[in-house]
């Protein structure tokens, strides 16, 4: 095995770990809006509507699987 191989292993492997973590960052986003919900919702004195319209907010401009 030369060196080439050696760095073009590491290269397959640095983009499979950047896509997977990729992958991850959709819902870890809605995740934090959903826990930051309730705080949101005191701060701006809203009920459950307003809880909702943020989420529906962030979510729109997200492209759907």
Do not use: H, K
Request: hydrophobic content about 45%; proline content about 8%.
């Amino acid at each position: 095995m030369n060196g080439d191989e050696c760095g073009s292993t590491g290269r397959t492997w640095l983009g499979v770990a950047t896509l997977l973590v990729g992958t991850l960052l959709a819902p870890l986003d809605f995740f934090i809006v959903n826990l930051a919900s309730p705080s949101i919702q005191d701060e701006l004195g809203g009920g459950d509507l307003l809880g909702r319209q943020v989420v529906a907010a962030y979510a729109a401009p997200m492209p759907s699987p």
